[in-house]
């Protein structure tokens, strides 16, 4: 028997006072030691139930400091580039396993609740129970979008499966408090459920965990203006549906199907009104936080409701390119360095290295210049191979790729800048990771878009750093113009070096221009795309 079994075996919480004193001594300062303790009293509360009362409440003790112990200990795998390292697999393991404790307690209460329906406080009851199911598998679902993991089997399944038990008990749209959602606002089991499912067709493996935070946090506040109903009239078929009985959120209706009692249609009309409302004000000067959208800055606030504004209101974004099946294998490179060197077909030089040079250092060179060693040491590079990674095509377009790779190869983090040689061509194209998913298996799916224009290895450098030094030269990319979608030439430099109006040296083909900066272009989490004028 582990030391955990023993710790569990010893203990039992059968009243309120017991279960409260426990919780009083969490270390709270210590994540890792908290969830240990957290684990081992939810593991007691599923194995020694108490009287349905005394685990009602002692779960909703435990709710706020294992919300904030558990997001304490996300952050070692959140915002980490794919595949996940051992170590932070196994974080985020224990933290799945939390939300599923969790959740089978809250199931314990529902199953416990049920006999109770003579009860004059059944409806509360009831409701609460089943939004906290719905509420702990929430997240489970959420977790896995945030750290980009392929949702497991059974997720939506179960989630309908509360929602239809809220329907049969009558406690659909009960009011709840949920003071882990928000203090000022209440909350029902259909809110919990729409804000998963308003979640999940935002394309969330497509966001930042800043963005999907946001979401989160917006769906919440709005899942009220959302209507969920049975389909009664077949002659008004919505065009996306829910199916309770099946492991899928909302999803396009199948007209070869005959519907079962199990549909529901999903009303966003009052939503996309909202939403509208929201940019409305936002232009007119109305901050974020005056809106109650959070501290953000209005610009970012208004591109990610624009984003969100057809999938919220089931508007079908119509695509500028045809996306066609594809077979065959694109390679794709990773890092300034690599793609600098495939793109451009040799290894990047420094043009001016032979002048940083001491009269003892060119001595050397000159006396025991056939000694490798000694090159390297010197700072120059012989030609250098470059490993690279293989990649299945699932389908593309004129302006991207979905790619899958099995085997293990080189991380890869949503926004990052890529180079990409397709299926059916020679040559490397820039793109930016825009779609990132971990399969269960360990496999990757990778979305990626392409960067407008064809792209052109170059050496770039800051001018008047004011203390007579030159600065080196860095790898960057220049695009060449694309007409077909207005397109001016523009520049990719590695993130931090822009800065507005910034004079810099620009050399291609052993031709020099002085350049300066103007606008971005293109964001990433390892690059900028600029705009610039020659001087």
């Known amino acids: 028997m582990t030391e955990s079994q023993l710790s569990q075996d010893r203990l039992y919480f059968a009243d309120i006072p017991s279960g409260a004193e426990y919780l009083s001594r969490l270390p709270l300062a210590n994540p890792p030691a908290a969830e240990q303790q957290l684990s081992l009293f939810l593991d007691s509360l599923l194995s020694h139930p108490p009287a349905p009362d005394t685990l009602l ?14 997001e304490e200990l996300a952050r070692r795998y959140l915002n980490k580039a794919l595949p996940l390292g051992e170590e932070e ?9 939390v939300w599923e404790r969790m959740r089978r307690a809250y199931e314990r209460c529902a199953d416990m609740a049920e006999p109770m329906a003579r009860n004059p406080q059944f409806s509360a009851l009831a409701a609460t129970v089943l939004q906290r199911c719905i509420y702990y598998e929430g997240m489970i679902i959420i977790e896995h979008y945030r750290a980009r993991r392929e949702l497991p089997a059974g997720c939506w399944v179960r989630l309908h499966g509360y929602y239809a038990k809220a329907e049969d008990w009558g406690v659909v749209n009960t009011p709840i408090e949920d003071r882990l959602e928000s203090t000022a ?24 965990v800043r963005n999907l935070n946001l979401i989160r946090r917006w769906a919440g506040m709005w899942a009220h203006l959302v209507h969920v109903q049975p389909i009664i009239d077949d002659l008004e078929m919505p065009a996306y549906l829910i199916e309770l009985d099946k492991d899928t959120p909302l ?19 009052s939503l996309g009104l909202q939403v509208s409302q929201m940019l409305t004000q936002l232009r007119q000067r109305v901050t974020p936080s005056q809106l109650g959208l959070g501290d953000e800055i209005s610009g970012y606030v208004v591109a990610l409701l624009e984003r969100l504004a057809r999938p919220w209101t089931l508007t079908a974004s119509p695509r ?55 090159i ?50 020679d040559s490397f194209l820039l793109a930016q990771a825009s779609w990132l998913m971990e399969e269960s298996g360990g496999g990757l799916l990778l979305g990626v878009a392409i960067l407008p224009g064809s792209p052109k290895g170059v ?7 004011g203390d007579g030094k030159r600065s080196s030269y860095l790898r960057a990319f220049l695009l060449s113009p694309t007409q077909v979608i207005e397109e001016r030439t523009s520049l990719v430099l590695p993130k931090s070096i822009y800065q507005a109006s910034l004079l810099m040296e620009l050399r291609s083909d052993k031709k020099t221009l002085n350049i300066r900066l103007k606008h971005i272009r293109q964001r990433g989490i390892d690059f900028d795309r600029v705009s610039f004028e020659i001087l």
């Open 320 to 374: 500028r390119f045809r996306r066609f099946s594809a077979a065959g294998k694109a390679r794709l490179a990773v890092g300034f360095e690599k793609m600098h060197f495939y793109v451009s077909g040799a290894d990047f030089v420094e043009f001016d290295a032979g002048a940083t040079y001491s009269r003892d250092s060119f001595d050397k060179l000159f006396t025991f210049r056939d000694s490798a060693n000694l």
């Open 376 to 425: 390297a040491s010197l700072g120059l590079r012989p030609d250098l191979e470059y490993p690279i990674d293989e990649w299945a095509v699932v389908n593309h377009s004129a302006n991207g790729f979905r790619l899958a790779r099995a085997a293990a190869g080189e991380k890869i983090a949503l926004s990052q800048l890529l180079s990409v040689c397709p299926h059916d061509g």
């Open 89 to 97: 697999r196994a974080q985020f393991a224990r933290v799945i396993s």
């Open 459 to 465: 050496a770039v450098r800051r001018l008047g750093s």
């Open 57 to 70: 409440s002692l779960l909703e003790q435990v709710r706020l400091p294992l919300a904030s112990v558990e």
């Open 185 to 208: 606002q209440i909350t029902h089991c259909c809110a919990a459920y729409v804000t998963l499912l308003l979640i999940e067709i935002a394309n969330p493996y497509s966001s930042s």
């Open 251 to 269: 999803h396009v209706i199948d007209n070869s199907e005959a519907l079962g009692l199990d549909a529901r249609s999903f009303d966003t009309s």
